[in-house]
């Protein structure tokens, strides 16, 4: 179930690495009139990702930022090279990697932003109003999540295949399954500066069944996927999430549709079919 209220249109540009399928979904239902977005640019950090030849399909044009050729050069000294932003202060921001030498962190971040560098220059040649993860396998230093997320906007979502806050990071199926869960989730959330902790703005949960295997568990949860980061994307489009501050000084997200517990319900009952 997907409503789709808003004449208002956003320009989105979507970041993937793989197959594309979540790409594939939002290419129809935008072909469809039936997401609130056009999907202006399709950008990768691989060349052979599979989610290029979708967005080439239809239409869409597609750009690789090759990240491997980035992370692979020679940095020997990384405070003099001229970058974009100042790279100590940009170390101290960062909270994922780490390393207890810190002249290879420094390197490692002074090649991410020159990768970011030429990714944001891409994107912002199509002016979007919002950039959309798909299975986007790079880290996203402050210095990228920073150019967009900025003036109280936050412009970066993402799709995450569990339950946030319990398993962040790259498995989140695999994570859930070898757990023992009983339910698995889906969540959409804005990214910050964290491993997938920024603010949520929508979860769904789906049942693990004794006799389930991976693969039975990664198709349940692709289906939710599916229907949801759609909806998200007119939610945004509609002007119907709204940011908000909680009592633990967090972001805080609350959706304004009056058909949310309806539509919540819908997720359920897909997910339980």
Known sequence: MIQHQSPNKLRIAVLVSGSGTNLQVLLDRSAAGDLAAEIVAVVSDRPEAYGRVRAERAGVPTHVVDYRAYLQREVEKPLELKLPVNLEELARRQKILKSS??????????????????LIGILDSYRPDYVCLAGFMRLLSPYFLGHYNRGGQWRVVNIHPALLPAFPGAHGYEDTFCYGCKWGGITIHFADEGEDTGPIVAQAVYPIWP???????????????????????????????????????????????????????????????
């Open 101 to 118: 030498d810190p002249e290879k962190l420094l390197q490692r971040l002074a090649k991410l932003v020159l990768a970011e560098d030429e």
């Open 211 to 273: 006799d389930d295997d991976m693969e039975k568990v990664r198709q349940r949860g692709l289906s939710l996927e599916y229907e949801m980061y759609a909806q998200c994307i007119n939610w945004l489009a509609a002007g119907q999430v709204e940011l908000c501050s909680s009592p633990n000084l967090r972001v805080d997200t609350r959706i304004t549709d009056p058909d949310y517990q309806i539509i919540m319900r819908s997720w359920i009952d897909k997910a339980l079919a």
